[in-house]
């Protein structure tokens, strides 16, 4: 049997299969999200540990320093008891309609709260004593989840409240709105982050005879498999977590919410309103990027080049053709190897591109919002 | 089962949080017996596990991820953790999950049929070799990462990772963070305990991510004024905004040896894994 025709009877096979075996799966990958994103080592090739490590060496550096300016020998403890704070908030578990529970990282939380810098060292932290200590998530793949869940999290949650709860008043609704919208969009993009770096795993390390040396599942199958889990289960958690518990600080500690907005307390600037725009345009960018690499991964089954012309279409658009070659071959009969040569170029600058530009973006935002002398000094403090 | 929404939540909260508690505890009472990596020094400790770690993670090579386990099993036995309860640590929680996200691999990765079965589907060599890949290279890497744990008490890992350059500072921020989970470990606990003590009925679950999250709430304003307390703590006792650590470390020439021992076999399964 050939190799293209076992993997079309395997894939009418899973499509005809029983429904209690995708029911299993669906169920397998919903209860695997609620235990968050913690990558082992053994599944990232050690090039990606180390480039998903240099990833997050600007934003650790970058993050200190700030700290360090604005909120100057306090940021220790304050840091540390975050990062303590972020490192159980991982234990609760939060129960959802229909009987489940799952679990948030808080990352979410604690960059609205006291700003995305603050929450990237803060849930770093937590992670690398969670690898270091507890044996949770691995120690080579420290770069990848830090970057997932401590960098893309706070920052795109951050992103998403600002642009909706913007200057509204602490007690306003749309932040209950924005905090529910910031985690769950941002747990989303980290989710589709770590379906990224595992969808790599098997294009760029693979023996000669193409036997893959790490995660084995292409980007048609680990981005999904990443982010709809997440969008079902573990983004609502992570969404309720965060909107509730600033439900309850607006009742109950209005002061907590209004850090963000004193310098003193916890450096975090009113620069928020200058770059405003900027966290929309990013927000929007990053949102619209899984977007467009999962729209062709759902074509794989459904709506493949054949369907198109008999739904109707005369004649198939180039790129749509390329992009159906690009997401379907491991699973639509094209040869493996097809994948390797053309289409791979694309892919590598499509996720690389993801990756560096959110570095820069973040660098970017980093540069522009440390350079105000007026925040440097804490005022209560009385050795600046 | 008949267990339901009932307070179910908190018991489960309540039995994670104490589960952290009794993982360190385990882990400090471990580190203290008589035992071969027990007795090495941490920074050693540390590089040869992260050497050992880039080893299994740089081997293409079953036969060498085997051995590499194999080591790992040899250590733990020499540093008297017992077997039973490290091999049961290690394959019950995460090669177990990655065996069960893996299993579609063994079907869908493409190559040569190995196994055919029933309705069509054929298990390729690709995917058995795939899939095997995994398994070992996840069961080992957590193997050692468990051996790192619970052979070496917290502080001397924690002042042992500057020798991978962790800058004081970060240093300081780990001790604290590893510290007051504890104290929040024990807050959290105390807290649902007591909400935990006064619930009879059942809770309709809106109303437990309710409690939920105004407890998520008190910790979060416990946890910063808890920080600018310390912070005042540490500023009367002459904090300036530097940290020092002691280091009292001392390498001793079984520490060379088996540093270099075990580096020695982590470049060499490297090699004959390439």
Redesign the interface.
């Known amino acids: 049997?050939s190799?293209s025709s076992?993997?079309q009877?395997?894939g009418?096979?899973?499509r005809s299969?029983p429904r209690g075996v995708r029911v299993y799966?669906a169920v397998?990958g919903l209860w695997?999200s609620t235990t968050a994103m913690h990558i082992?080592?053994?599944?990232l090739?050690?090039a990606t540990?180390v480039v998903m490590f240099a990833a997050m060496i600007p934003f650790?550096y970058f993050g200190?320093k700030k700290l360090?300016e604005k909120i100057?020998?306090?940021s220790?403890?304050?840091?540390?008891?975050?990062?303590?704070?972020s490192?159980?908030?991982m234990?609760?578990?939060?129960?959802?309609?229909g009987?489940t529970?799952g679990h948030a990282v808080?990352g979410a939380?604690i960059a609205i709260?006291l700003g995305p810098e603050v929450a990237v060292?803060a849930v770093s932290?937590?992670l690398?004593?969670q690898?270091?200590?507890?044996?949770d998530g691995?120690?080579?793949a420290i770069g990848a989840n830090c970057f997932n869940m401590a960098v893309v999290l706070p920052y795109v949650s951050y992103a998403v409240y600002q642009a909706i709860a913007g200057k509204h008043p602490v007690e306003s609704a749309r932040r209950t709105v924005g905090a529910f919208a910031g985690g769950y969009i941002g747990l989303t993009i980290a989710a589709f982050f770590a379906g990224i770096e595992f969808g790599i795993q098997?294009l760029l390390f693979h023996?000669a005879?193409?036997?893959?040396?790490?995660?084995?599942?292409p980007f048609s199958?680990a981005i999904p498999a990443m982010v709809i889990p997440h969008m079902l289960l573990a983004s609502i958690v992570e969404g309720?977590?965060t909107s509730?518990?600033i439900?309850?600080?607006q009742r109950?500690?209005h002061e907590?919410l209004m850090?963000s907005a004193n310098p003193a307390i916890a450096g975090e600037a009113g620069h928020t309103a200058r770059l405003r725009i900027f966290w929309v345009v990013l927000a929007v960018l990053i949102f619209l990027t899984p977007l467009g690499l999962l729209a062709p991964g759902t074509a794989w089954g459904e709506w493949g080049s054949n369907q198109l012309t008999r739904m109707g279409l005369s004649f198939v658009p180039q790129g749509i053709k390329q992009l159906e070659g690009l997401w379907g071959a491991?699973?639509a009969g094209y040869k493996?190897t097809s994948l390797g040569n053309a289409n791979l170029g694309y892919i590598i600058s499509a996720a690389v591109g993801v990756i560096v530009i959110s570095v820069l973006t973040g660098l970017l935002v980093t540069v522009l919002t440390s350079g105000r002398p007026e925040n440097r000094h804490d005022p209560t403090d009385p050795?600046s | 089962m008949s267990k339901p929404i009932r307070t179910g939540i908190f018991e489960k909260t309540l039995a994670d949080l104490t589960h952290a508690l009794e993982q360190s505890l385990f882990a400090e009472t471990i580190s203290r017996q008589a035992g071969l990596l027990q007795a090495l020094d941490p920074r050693v400790k540390i590089i040869s596990i992260l050497s050992l770690l880039l080893s299994v993670s740089l081997s293409h090579n079953l036969p060498v991820l085997l051995s590499l386990y194999g080591l790992a099993l040899l250590l733990a036995w020499l540093s008297s953790i017992p077997l039973d309860f490290f091999i049961k640590r290690v394959w019950l929680f995460m090669p177990f999950f990655t065996g069960l996200i893996a299993l579609p691999a063994l079907f869908i990765t493409p190559g040569p049929v190995f196994v055919s079965l029933p309705f069509g589907l054929a298990i390729t060599k690709t995917g058995a070799v795939t899939v095997l890949f995994l398994l070992l290279r996840v069961s080992t890497s957590v193997s050692l990462g468990v051996l790192l744990i619970l052979t070496t008490p917290w502080t001397a890992l924690l002042k042992a990772l500057s020798i991978l350059r962790v800058p004081e500072g970060f240093l300081l921020i780990l001790g604290m963070t590893y510290r007051y989970i504890f104290l929040l470990l024990l807050t959290a606990e105390d807290m649902f305990l007591s909400r935990r003590s006064r619930i009879l009925g059942r809770l309709r679950p809106a109303e437990a991510r309710r409690i939920l999250a105004a407890s998520a709430g008190t910790l979060l304003s416990k946890s910063l004024s808890l920080s600018s307390e310390v912070y005042l703590a540490m500023q009367a006792r002459g904090y300036r905004g530097q940290s020092r650590t002691v280091n009292a470390f001392q390498m001793r020439s079984i520490d060379w040896a088996w540093g270099s021992g075990i580096i020695f076999i982590a470049a060499l399964a490297v090699w004959l894994g390439r």
Do not use: Q
């Open positions: 049997m190799f076992a993997l009877r395997v009418t096979c899973v299969a799966y397998l695997l082992p080592d053994g599944y090739s050690p540990c650790w200190l360090r100057n020998a306090r220790a403890p304050l840091v540390a008891l975050l990062a303590a704070f490192f159980i908030i234990m609760f578990n939060v129960p959802l309609p009987g529970t808080g939380l709260i060292i932290i937590a690398i004593i690898a270091f200590f507890f044996g691995g120690i080579l098997p023996t005879d193409g036997t893959p040396l790490y995660s084995p599942y199958v309720l977590v509730l518990v439900v309850y600080l109950t500690n907590i850090i491991p699973l493996f050795h």
